[in-house]
């Protein structure tokens, strides 16, 4: 299975910050990768697929970048409701795999 | 507005077939742009991928279940739902659907997730 490693597993920031979140592939997954935030007890949301496309509808603050076996989410200016947990996920190669997620706290 | 909602038992018995069932609303389930999915996530743990199913009936099944796992839909009711034999504490967990896109490429990113239903496999 690919391992998806991702970090950090929890982060602190305030209202404002510039927030970044890494998720390393163990092989290449040829950037079918997506990004979701999950807030509790809610549906997660899609944020971005293809490493960098921005889902419809999602703030233009996120964004995501992908350098060989590395991926990054970015926040530019975290708003209030953007405390959540975020997971990436790898959809090149069965099984679908997922990063342990990242919970941003104030 | 696309919406999923799963529903089930919240308890299960040892050695006993959990059950779980997703409903689906705004969306047709036997559109072809798209195929349905179940992830579980265990207490304090990651998502775990169990497996799949496109509107043609075809399935795949995480190789760590799929001996004990069925995926199956119902057009008619605009429902898919989840099977999964001989259940242990191991299982316990949240149980999502979702669905994702799929074209000429393959399957790739969920759109649209349920909110997900615990499951506690307990005597």
């Known amino acids: 299975d690919v391992q998806m490693t991702q970090s950090p597993s929890t982060l602190s920031a305030s209202v404002g910050d510039r927030v970044t979140i890494t998720c390393r592939a163990s092989?290449?997954?040829?950037?079918?990768l997506a990004w979701y935030q999950h807030r509790p007890g809610k549906a997660p949301k899609l944020l971005i697929y293809?490493?960098?496309s921005l889902q419809s509808g999602v703030p233009s603050r996120f964004s995501g970048s992908e350098s060989g076996t590395g991926f990054t989410l970015t926040i530019s200016s975290l708003q209030p409701d953007d405390f959540a947990t975020y997971y990436c996920?790898?959809?090149?190669?069965?099984?679908?795999?997922f990063g342990q997620g990242t919970k941003v706290e104030i | 507005q696309m919406q999923l909602q799963e529903s089930g038992p919240g308890l299960v018995k040892p050695s006993q077939t959990l059950s779980l069932t997703c409903s689906v609303s705004?969306?047709?389930?036997?559109?072809?742009?798209?195929?349905w999915s179940w992830i579980r996530q265990h207490p304090g743990r990651g998502l775990e991928y169990i497996g799949n199913?496109?509107?043609?009936?075809?399935?795949y099944y995480n190789p760590s279940l799929k001996s004990r796992v069925t995926i199956s839909l119902d057009t008619s009711k605009n429902q898919l739902s989840l099977r999964l034999s001989s259940v242990t504490a191991a299982d316990t967990a949240v149980y999502y659907c979702a669905r994702g896109l799929s074209d000429r490429r393959g399957y790739h990113q969920f759109d649209y997730w349920g909110q997900g239903t615990l499951v506690t496999v307990s005597s």
């Open positions: 705004g969306g047709s389930i036997s559109n072809g742009g798209y195929y």
């Open positions: 199913i496109y509107y043609s009936g075809s399935t």
């Open positions: 092989q290449s997954i040829s950037g079918y």
């Open positions: 996920h790898q959809y090149n190669h069965y099984p679908w795999t």
């Open positions: 293809e490493a960098s």
